[in-house]
């Protein structure tokens, strides 16, 4: 969804939102204004500019259901919880995606294959940052 995409109201589910809603961490989703913080202070964000927790919500809100459970950015939040502890409505995104993950999978909008290729992805970039990261302190003492 962008700033000038044309959204086509028959395609729009409006139980999305008090589906997404039902779920722990969903909660406070309405309460959201747009302010654009979680966006602002996102790590993904920042090495990807079309990625948008603000615009997610608005997505979920508009009840484009298939748009964003077919969506790979629902798969790119690292669940570091920077935007629940910064937002001023406590809207807890990183357990909205967790929401998302889980109706995408239970829908059959993502295969079990792509899921397990995405668990190892985060797996390798974890052993990649541990490494690195003891490399550089190791190093910094000889
Ligand atoms: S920081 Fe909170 S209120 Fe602001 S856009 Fe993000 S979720 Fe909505
Ligand atoms: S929890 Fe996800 S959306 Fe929120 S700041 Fe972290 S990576 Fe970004």
Known sequence: ???????????????????????????HLRKCFACGTCTAGCPVSEIDESYSPRRLIRQILFGMRVEVLT?????????CYRCFAHCPQSVNFPDLMRVLRYIAIREKYVTPDIVQRISEIDKRVQILRHDLIKYDVTKQKD
Do not use: R
């Open 1 to 27: 969804m962008n700033e000038n995409q044309v959204i086509n109201v028959s395609e729009l589910d409006s139980k999305f939102a008090d589906e997404v809603i039902s779920y722990p961490g969903g909660e």
């Open 71 to 79: 969506s790979a950015a629902i798969w790119y939040c690292l669940v």
